[in-house]
């Protein structure tokens, strides 16, 4: 069973549009991270939720909103999709509390063209 | 302000040298630390992990690290590095007030057979 999954892998959508990605663990983890991949293979952190709380909500564009309908799952909507939102988007998981390492989801691939 | 700083932005090795990638942070308190590589197309993989004990660390496929507590240095080695080790790399550190996880630009090690 995959640890961590995020849906689509792979999204190419146009300019002005909106577009949510899909992730869940099944790990039983408390916190949820969304990861921002560039070009240069920087990875930055989005957000990160716990219990349903979002605990930081770095300087991200208010375009950006995660939403998390229980605590498996943490969703990226994204409005009004720019050329510079093309990245990597990996979503994680771990216990906020626990000694666990941060597991890691395959990452989508966005493309705004 | 909390970073993680990785030095090396691209290391070039022939194959069978030896291999030390730097990692710093400017944590205070208590800290986890990480090393997680990434291969080309893949998500992060984790490599060893640190949260106490023996500073020095074993990891998979041969990789170890050395906590330093009064350098704030968690830097990675290899004695001999395969051409199968041509990755990313990266050093993350979980802490502060959050106990999130913030990661470092990477370095890009590649592997000349």
Not at chain 1, 60 to 86: C, M, Q, T, Y
């Amino acid at each position: 069973d995959t640890a961590v999954s995020q849906t689509p892998k792979y999204l190419v959508t146009q300019m002005g549009n909106d577009k949510s990605i899909k992730c869940e663990q099944n790990l039983g983890h408390d916190t949820m991270y969304w990861y921002k991949q560039d070009s240069k293979k920087f990875l930055k952190i989005m957000f990160s939720y716990n219990n349903k709380e979002l605990i930081i909500n770095e300087t991200v564009p208010n375009r950006f909103s995660p939403k998390s309908p229980d605590k498996a799952h943490l969703n990226l909507h994204i409005n009004s999709l720019e050329l510079g939102d093309s990245a990597v988007y990996f979503c994680a998981s771990n216990d906020r509390g626990g000694h666990t390492e941060a597991f890691f989801g395959q990452g989508t691939r966005l493309t705004v063209v | 302000a909390q970073s993680v700083s990785q030095h090396n932005h691209h290391v070039i090795l022939s194959e069978a040298a030896s291999l030390e990638l730097g990692c710093n942070y400017s944590y205070g308190g208590t800290v986890n630390l990480f090393w997680y590589v990434q291969y080309p197309g893949q998500h992060l993989q984790l490599l060893l992990k640190y949260f106490s004990g023996d500073p020095l660390v074993k990891g998979i496929k041969g990789f170890e690290a050395e906590f330093i507590k009064s350098k704030f240095s968690f830097n990675l080695r290899k004695p001999s590095v395969q051409w199968s080790d041509t990755a990313e790399y990266f050093c993350a550190v979980r802490g502060g007030n959050n106990n999130d996880m913030r990661f470092g630009a990477g370095t890009r090690l590649t592997v000349k057979p």
